[in-house]
């Protein structure tokens, strides 16, 4: 059994700031890459951040110079730092990792996701 647990999301003003945390748990081998998408009402699901467990990191160019993600491998944790937040980043979280247990070999599992709501 294996979770992501996130936390962080809410309400904010435009240019407003909040961070984003997801832990995963359970019967973990390795966690390659984690990252953050987000799905917006009645759009896809799309890549916000991602970082691989050798630290290298991508990010959707619509978040370049405001996002920042980061990550705790001895915690199995990742970060989304978010700066400068517009009315457009409002969407529903989603924290991502490709996670290998003894059971399933390497898998892409997800959380339950946190709204994000940029408001005045």
Known sequence: QVQL???????????????????????????????????????????????????RTDYADSVKGRFTISRDNAKNTVLLQMNSLKPEDTAVYYCNAVITTWTWGSRDCWGQGTQVTVSS
Not at 29 to 55: C, F, H, N, P
Request: aromatic share 4%; proline share 2%.
């Open 5 to 55: 647990v996130e936390s962080g999301g809410g309400l904010v003003q435009p240019g407003g700031s909040l961070r984003l945390s997801c832990a995963a748990s359970g019967s973990i081998v390795s966690i390659d890459a984690m990252g953050w998408y987000r799905q917006a009402s009645g759009k896809q699901r799309e890549l916000v951040a991602r970082i691989v467990s050798g630290g």
